[in-house]
């Protein structure tokens, strides 16, 4: 039997990816034969006009006859977060045995975290080490490493940390994941994944949406903390780590927790740039948006260079940018190799190996042969795979992943507290930096493609930026 208790059912991330989710797995049968998912929100409303919600409010999926089926699984408990009759209430109502499978999916705001979870505790719903009952909190932990310690350590009072799984959506990602794959079963690759051969790395992730209705999050945060913390700097530790036995979990948290610790980050003038974005033909600036601050400096954007300060990646520069209102929607990673030493090597491009998540998933590699009818020169060729072309190939989305991992009580696609409390030392260190340094904030316009400030950052290295748009 499993249980999954979702808090904040009526809010944007249920209604946009976890229902959603839920419906896919149900379809494909990977619920399980028996399970109830018991939603839980403060509105008022009766079990069929919660249905009803449902039915006008979740988009992109077909509700046909299972859908219909679906929802008998679907009870909708009205209460408040931090009204423990409301959980006591659900403690009678679906109490079973012993055996069950409890999910509680926080899809709530962060300041619910500590109150859901001693509720939870006190009414006996949540038992501290039974290792059936797991907790899932999404991003933000905490809003800097401070409130992030205090969330953790009110966690730690209820449960124990193999029952805490924390969503980082990109963890579930196709391509997100195929790193490790990836690096571990090509001997070719592995062999040069290191300062020797990789001269240095890019990340993109860049959005084309604003901020909509989350304004309100997100002008106290803003893009480093809401992607590099999070999203960026997981991609950056997976394609870095030296775990001592990559088939361990535990091996690769240590990997991942060894590249966080050791991040460096050196000059505020030099190697970070944050614009915001401003009017376009298209669209009002950042700062006309509804619910920000009409001075507000909070960015909207990011590119910085960091180094990871181990003898694997001595010198070997990393590239990370990320952000919104750009003029397309795509991520990917690109590496690219050193030169080889010879005399032939010195006239040839690098190699370039980029790493596709979206809109296409695959690889391409770059790589030099003889131009045809010479006997010397030299012409770059491409090898490329595409995975999304893939005839009947349906990209499997980043929740349903998730969500099905942590039923299977699978902690591998989940972070670590101590990967996050680097990634948050990490982030305030810079953070804390730029607001000593007063660093200006760059203007770009929406829909364009970013400060020009991004572009010199590694202009001033004599590269540039590989990634496709
Ligand atoms: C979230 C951020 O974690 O990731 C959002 O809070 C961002 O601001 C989103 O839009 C991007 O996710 P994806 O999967 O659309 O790239």
Same mark, same amino acid.
Request: proline content about 3%.
């Given at each position: 039997m499993l249980q999954f208790y979702l808090f904040g059912a009526t809010g944007d991330l249920s209604l946009k990816k976890i229902f959603p989710a839920l419906f896919a797995l149900y379809e494909q049968r990977l619920m399980g034969e028996s399970f109830e998912i018991i939603c839980i929100s403060r509105r008022e409303f009766l079990q069929e006009d919660f249905h009803k919600y449902l039915e006008e409010h979740i988009i992109g999926i077909e509700k046909k006859i299972k859908w219909t089926s679906f929802l008998k699984h679907l009870h909708y408990q009205k209460m408040t977060f931090e009204n423990v009759l409301g959980y006591e209430d659900m403690a009678k109502t679906y109490d079973?045995?012993?055996g069950t499978v409890r999910l509680f999916y926080?899809?709530?705001? =962060?300041?619910y975290f500590k109150t859901i979870v001693a509720n939870l505790s006190q009414s006996e719903i949540l038992e501290m080490n039974n290792k059936d009952h797991r907790l899932l909190i999404e991003k933000p932990f905490g809003k800097n490493l401070e409130s992030a310690i205090q969330i953790t350590r009110h966690l730690e009072k209820y449960l124990a940390e193999f029952q805490i799984f924390r969503v980082d959506h990109y963890l579930g990602k196709e391509m997100i994941q195929n790193i490790m794959l990836f690096r571990f079963s090509n001997g070719l690759f592995e062999a040069g994944w290191n300062k020797d051969y990789i001269d240095h790395v890019q990340i993109t992730v860049a959005e084309s949406i604003g901020v909509f209705e989350r304004t309100g999050y997100y002008d106290k945060t803003g893009a480093v903390r809401d992607m590099i913390q999070s999203h960026l700097l997981q991609i950056l530790a997976l394609l870095t780590m030296t775990p001592k036995n990559e088939r361990s979990q535990s091996d690769i948290c240590d990997g991942k927790v060894e590249v966080l610790k050791h991040l460096q980050f050196d000059d505020v003038y030099k190697d970070i740039v944050l614009g915001q974005y401003s009017k376009s033909d298209n669209s009002v600036s950042y700062r006309d948006e509804q619910g920000v601050h009409p001075q507000s400096k909070t960015e909207t954007y990011a590119a910085l260079k960091i180094k990871v300060d181990l003898p694997r990646w001595k010198d070997v520069d990393f590239y990370l940018r990320t952000g919104k209102r750009l003029q397309e929607k795509h991520s990917d990673i690109v590496i690219v190799y050193k030169k080889p030493s010879g005399k032939i090597g010195q006239d040839a491009e690098p190699n370039v190996l980029k790493i596709q998540i979206y809109p296409q998933e695959g690889m391409t590699l770059k790589f030099n042969m003889k131009e045809p009818e010479t006997t010397k020169e030299l012409t770059t060729r491409e090898m490329t795979f595409c995975q999304t072309c893939i005839e009947g190939y349906k990209r499997p989305k980043a929740y349903e992943t998730l969500i099905y991992e942590a039923i299977q009580g699978n902690h591998d696609l989940y972070a670590r507290w101590d990967e996050v409390k680097y990634e948050w030392t990490f982030v305030e260190k810079i953070l804390s930096q730029c607001v000593e340094l007063r660093k200006e904030l760059e203007f770009y316009s929406a829909g364009?493609?970013? =400060?020009?400030e991004a572009d010199n950052l590694l202009l001033k290295d004599g590269r540039q930026w590989l990634s496709d748009k």
């Amino acid at each position: 039997m499993l249980q999954f208790y979702l808090f904040g059912a009526t809010g944007d991330l249920s209604l946009k990816k976890i229902f959603p989710a839920l419906f896919a797995l149900y379809e494909q049968r990977l619920m399980g034969e028996s399970f109830e998912i018991i939603c839980i929100s403060r509105r008022e409303f009766l079990q069929e006009d919660f249905h009803k919600y449902l039915e006008e409010h979740i988009i992109g999926i077909e509700k046909k006859i299972k859908w219909t089926s679906f929802l008998k699984h679907l009870h909708y408990q009205k209460m408040t977060f931090e009204n423990v009759l409301g959980y006591e209430d659900m403690a009678k109502t679906y109490d079973i045995d012993k055996g069950t499978v409890r999910l509680f999916y926080l899809a709530a705001a =962060p300041e619910y975290f500590k109150t859901i979870v001693a509720n939870l505790s006190q009414s006996e719903i949540l038992e501290m080490n039974n290792k059936d009952h797991r907790l899932l909190i999404e991003k933000p932990f905490g809003k800097n490493l401070e409130s992030a310690i205090q969330i953790t350590r009110h966690l730690e009072k209820y449960l124990a940390e193999f029952q805490i799984f924390r969503v980082d959506h990109y963890l579930g990602k196709e391509m997100i994941q195929n790193i490790m794959l990836f690096r571990f079963s090509n001997g070719l690759f592995e062999a040069g994944w290191n300062k020797d051969y990789i001269d240095h790395v890019q990340i993109t992730v860049a959005e084309s949406i604003g901020v909509f209705e989350r304004t309100g999050y997100y002008d106290k945060t803003g893009a480093v903390r809401d992607m590099i913390q999070s999203h960026l700097l997981q991609i950056l530790a997976l394609l870095t780590m030296t775990p001592k036995n990559e088939r361990s979990q535990s091996d690769i948290c240590d990997g991942k927790v060894e590249v966080l610790k050791h991040l460096q980050f050196d000059d505020v003038y030099k190697d970070i740039v944050l614009g915001q974005y401003s009017k376009s033909d298209n669209s009002v600036s950042y700062r006309d948006e509804q619910g920000v601050h009409p001075q507000s400096k909070t960015e909207t954007y990011a590119a910085l260079k960091i180094k990871v300060d181990l003898p694997r990646w001595k010198d070997v520069d990393f590239y990370l940018r990320t952000g919104k209102r750009l003029q397309e929607k795509h991520s990917d990673i690109v590496i690219v190799y050193k030169k080889p030493s010879g005399k032939i090597g010195q006239d040839a491009e690098p190699n370039v190996l980029k790493i596709q998540i979206y809109p296409q998933e695959g690889m391409t590699l770059k790589f030099n042969m003889k131009e045809p009818e010479t006997t010397k020169e030299l012409t770059t060729r491409e090898m490329t795979f595409c995975q999304t072309c893939i005839e009947g190939y349906k990209r499997p989305k980043a929740y349903e992943t998730l969500i099905y991992e942590a039923i299977q009580g699978n902690h591998d696609l989940y972070a670590r507290w101590d990967e996050v409390k680097y990634e948050w030392t990490f982030v305030e260190k810079i953070l804390s930096q730029c607001v000593e340094l007063r660093k200006e904030l760059e203007f770009y316009s929406a829909g364009g493609k970013g =400060p020009i400030e991004a572009d010199n950052l590694l202009l001033k290295d004599g590269r540039q930026w590989l990634s496709d748009k």
